[in-house]
T-cell receptor, first 116, second 114 residues
Framework: GAVVSQHPSWVICKSGTSVKIECRSL??????MFWYRQFPKQSLMLMAT?????????EQGVEKDKFLINHASLTLSTLTVTSAHPEDSSFYIC????????????FGQGTRLTVV | AQSVSQHNHHVILSEAASLELGCNYS??????LFWYVQYPGQHLQLLLK??????LVKGIKGFEAEFIKSKFSFNLRKPSVQWSDTAEYFC????????????FGGGTRVLVKP
């Protein structure tokens, strides 16, 4: 199957700083990428849908000014957690959908963010 | 809005036992249905999917799922589990009218005792 890579796999940052997480589709072009958040022992919650070349669509309750999403190319989307706080500590997962129209989404390995 | 419910949070069983994980969704329109697995320390992997056609879908590693439209269900089954099936399993639904957003169930942690 197609490969989606997230970087970094884990990051620890100080409260108040910003952290950028990258999501790359390695062997296909992704017109749409999705960002999820997974709390311990809970399911994935969709945060936003990122479309190449346009603004992201955020789910209800997700602060767009706090979670900045950029999808500047067909193989890269980034999520920046701005002014991070300990409650932002979580597992962030991206998925990417092929530009060919295949409806299956391929997932990255996730990024564990710890804010201290 | 669509929602997905997985009935069991935790399942513990012995090797060679049969496994069935329940999944129900609420959405009145046409849906695509998925089961994903997350092995310890690994990322989500697709087990199987249903878009249309035969409601009994066979996936990888001996898993299958049956879509019962009248019951809004998509239960996952495996006749004989192995220790390596220890993982968390997620049911997901994508309402075709809502684009390609996936809504996940709460997940079921399966522990297979050797």
């Amino acid at each position: 199957g197609a490969v989606v890579s997230q970087h970094p796999s884990w990051v620890i940052c100080k409260s108040g700083t910003s952290v950028k997480i990258e999501c790359r589709s390695l062997d296909f072009q992704a017109t749409t990428m999705f960002w999820y958040r997974q709390f311990p022992k809970q399911s994935l919650m969709l945060m936003a849908t990122s479309n190449e070349g346009s603004k992201a669509t955020y789910e209800q309750g997700v602060e767009k000014d706090k979670f900045l999403i950029n999808h500047a190319s067909l193989t890269l989307s980034t999520l920046t957690v701005t002014s991070a706080h300990p409650e932002d500590s979580s597992f962030y997962i991206c998925s990417a959908q092929s530009a060919s129209g295949e409806t299956e989404a391929f997932f990255g390995q996730g990024t564990r963010l710890t804010v201290v | 809005a669509q929602s997905v419910s997985q009935h069991n949070h935790h399942v513990i069983l012995s090797e060679a036992a049969s496994l069935e994980l329940g999944c129900n969704y609420s959405y009145g329109g046409t849906v695509n249905l998925f089961w994903y697995v997350q092995y310890p320390g690994q990322h989500l992997q697709l087990l199987l999917k249903y878009f249309s056609g035969d409601p009994l879908v066979k996936g990888i590693k001996g898993f299958e799922a049956e879509f019962i439209k009248s019951k809004f269900s998509f239960n996952l089954r495996k006749p004989s589990v192995q220790w390596s099936d220890t993982a968390e399993y997620f049911c997901a639904v994508n309402a075709r009218a809502a684009g390609n957003k996936l809504t996940f169930g709460g997940g079921t942690r399966v522990l297979v005792k050797p």
